[in-house]
């Protein structure tokens, strides 16, 4: 890949400029005390100087939300391995060893596996072409759809080779336009990339994560509701015992919180009244609350059986015993087998035999029977 100098130029035009705010306020407003710091220099922010067309979304808030939420993680992966994760045939049906290592020649199956994951998470994915003299596939190189801006003419790709560099620098280089494959999902708000499917998740994913993070932070920190404490009938207080009650008053928060605090005054008539200031509780944010309906959300937009996310329903929430078979089987011809096929007409135009993916597996049923003890000897 050639590396060419890149002017600053006009930017072009492309994407939404109300969905292209609202993630990045959603990427800003994020905070991941376990994530990559990094993972902000492929926000497009950072990437405005270059001559490059946007994305409708925010890169950095995609990556973001990846870990944000088990379930949208879990969804992810899930989906990706459904589809490609079986493993793919011949278009005849064939299992010719030979056949099948001059496909995984030109695309391993690490590529083919890292490709279907950035297709679900990003809505875009890429190849990078190589051909022979003849112009004649040879190899097919995953490129991460993290790190990959369209051009008018071109494609920009950002390679950060040194672990110390900074978020929204590194080194770019420009690839030709006919050597990069690009699958997009489709979306309106766009000409020239596409959106994921869960886009109008992002919301609920956000807010599962702030509500976690939330409690996580008040039971970290022991948090009490506030007081005010009154004292009544003594004419003064020095100013060490004021300053001793309040530090004693403040090590009731944090680790080893809830203890008692004795105090004695002299005088008959000294009374000590302590006013909550808030008497309503801990926390009322409801948070079984946010976390149910957040996680419908997030299932809802990646269109996943809640059974095949580990997630058990109750009664009141429409589950019944015994349909789980059925829950993947229309799984399964609703999405699986409809994306098999589009990734093969994307795929077999590239690779030296036609390949075709093998079916998701409904249930043990449909798996090959085990021979009986002593029948395969007949």
């Not at 991941?32 to 405005?48: M, T, V, Y």
């Not at 770019?172 to 020239?192: C, G, M, V, W």
Request: net charge neutral; aromatic share 8%.
């Amino acid at each position: 890949m050639a590396k060419q100098k890149l002017n600053k130029v006009k930017e072009l035009p492309g994407g939404s400029d109300n969905v292209a705010s609202f993630t990045v306020e959603l990427e800003k407003a994020s905070s991941l005390p376990s994530g990559d710091p990094k993972r902000s220099a492929w926000s497009q922010d950072n990437i405005s100087e270059k001559d490059v067309i946007k994305y409708p979304v925010s890169l950095g808030a995609l990556m973001d939300a990846a870990v944000m939420n088990p379930y949208h993680a879990r969804c992810l992966r899930f989906k990706s391995t459904a589809v490609i994760g079986s493993g793919y045939t011949l278009a005849n049906g064939s299992e010719d060893k030979q056949k099948l290592g001059a496909v995984r020649a030109v695309l391993t199956d690490d590529a083919l596996s890292a490709f279907g994951a950035d297709y679900y998470q990003f809505g875009n994915a890429y190849l990078e072409c190589e051909t022979n003299a003849k112009g004649i596939v040879v190899k097919l190189h995953h490129v991460r759809a993290a790190s990959l801006w369209k051009t008018k003419t071109a494609w920009v790709q950002r390679v950060v080779e040194d672990e110390g560099l900074t978020p929204g620098t590194g080194k770019f280089n420009q690839i030709e336009k006919k050597k990069i494959l690009h699958r997009a999902l489709y979306t309106p708000l766009s000409d020239h990339y596409g959106l994921p499917e869960y886009i109008a998740a992002l919301l609920p994913i956000m807010l599962s994560y702030e509500a976690d993070d939330f409690h996580r932070k008040y039971y970290s920190n022991g948090a009490n509701a506030g007081f005010i404490i009154k004292i009544t009938g003594l004419k003064s207080i020095s100013e060490a015992d004021r300053k001793e009650i309040k530090n004693q008053l403040e090590s009731t928060k944090g680790p080893g919180n809830f203890r008692s605090l004795v105090m004695a005054f002299g005088g008959k008539d000294v009374e000590v009244e302590v006013i909550g200031v808030a008497k309503e509780g801990t926390i009322r944010d409801d948070y079984t609350g946010i976390k149910t309906t957040s996680r419908e959300s997030i299932l809802t937009s990646h269109g996943l059986p809640p059974r095949l996310m580990s997630i058990i329903l109750d009664s009141k929430s429409g589950a019944i015993s015994g349909q789980v078979d059925e829950e993947m089987r229309l799984f399964n011809i609703a999405f699986v087998e409809p994306e098999q096929l589009a990734l093969e007409s994307f795929l077999n135009p590239l690779l030296p035999y036609p390949i075709k993916f093998k079916p998701f597996l409904l249930s043990r049923s449909d798996a090959t029977p085990e021979p009986e003890p002593g029948e395969a000897d007949k």
